[in-house]
Every structure is written in C-alpha cells, then in structure tokens.
C-alpha cells in the first residue's frame, strides 16, 4: 500500500484490528498502532525500499516481501601471529614458540654462514616476531627457502633506505 497523504502514519494500517465504539464521547481505538507509535524506533512506519509502500520497521514488508538485512558489525581484530586457538580464546602457544625457535635456529645458521655477530641475530628475530629472543644459544638450523627469502627481502630493503638516505656503506654482497 502506498500511502502519498499520511493516514496510514495516523491511524495505522487498514489490516489492523480497531476497537470501534458507539459512545459519542470515545473515539475508535487502534491498539496496534497505538504500540507502535509508543515504542518508536523499531516498529516505526518506513517505505520499503524495494516497493515503495509502507512498511513496520524491521518487518518484511507487506506488499513485497523485502526485509533489509542490518547493517554490517565491526569485529575487532588483533594483529599477531595465526596459531591454533581453544575454546576459551586462549591461543596455544606452544604452536608459536615452536616457531620462533625455528626461526631463531635458522637466523643462527645463517649469521655463522656470513659472519654475522649475534647481535645480527636478535634483531632480525625481533624485526619478525617483534620481541627479544629469550636466550642466545639456539641450535643451528639448516635455514629454509622461507628464512633466506625474508633475510634477502630486509637486505634489500636497509640497502633501499640507505639508497634513499644518501648513505653510502661499504659494499656487502645481496
């Protein structure tokens, strides 16, 4: 139903039940509407958005059968490493330790094949997972393609910054 002057915002939908009276001092009563004047928001009047009649708020609409879906939620998000996670939201960390210590082990590796002090170590492991290793002796690991990859990425990229900066370093082999 399209309603162009109004009634229907006054009175209510021409389907609802009125409780009709012959007293001449009481009007007829709209129940229905009488409820959803009163609790506004959701059981408002609206025009449907499809059709172009009037609707309740939050309804299928009657003439159509259109009933928008609500809006979209923010779900918050924590920016860490992906690892297995229980029911209670606690994440196994045994899952993300063992990986850093992969890691480590391989940057190990690595620092002894090029000469590196462990300094070299402790911050590449910090630029990765974001915090100190925990101790100093990791067992040598035969690096992965994943390892060097990462190694070679941040090379390249300190060598782009010097680059940028107008630096010079001495030369070192990529």
Request: a positive charge; proline letters at 5%.
């Amino acid at each position: 139903m399209i309603d162009h002057s109004g009634a229907v915002h006054r009175h209510g939908f021409v389907e609802d039940h009125v409780e009709w009276t012959l007293e001449p001092d009481k009007l007829a009563e709209n129940p229905i509407h009488a409820v959803r004047c009163k609790t506004g928001a959701k059981s408002r009047l609206v025009d449907c958005s499809q059709c172009g009649a009037l609707r309740v708020g939050g309804e299928a609409c009657r003439h159509c059968g259109f009933k928008p879906t609500p809006p979209a939620k923010f779900i918050p998000t924590v920016d860490a490493d992906l690892a297995l996670t229980t029911r209670n939201g606690q994440a196994e960390r045994f899952l993300v330790e063992a990986e850093r210590n992969e890691w480590h082990g391989m940057l190990t590796s690595i620092a002894s094949e090029r000469g590196y002090r462990s300094g070299w170590i402790a911050h590449k492991f910090r630029e990765k997972f974001g915090i100190w290793p925990r101790h100093n002796n990791a067992v040598p690991l035969s690096p992965s393609k994943e390892v060097r990859a990462w190694v070679r990425s941040r090379q390249i990229a300190y060598a782009k910054a010097l680059e940028k900066s107008g630096a010079r370093h001495h030369d070192r082999k990529i």
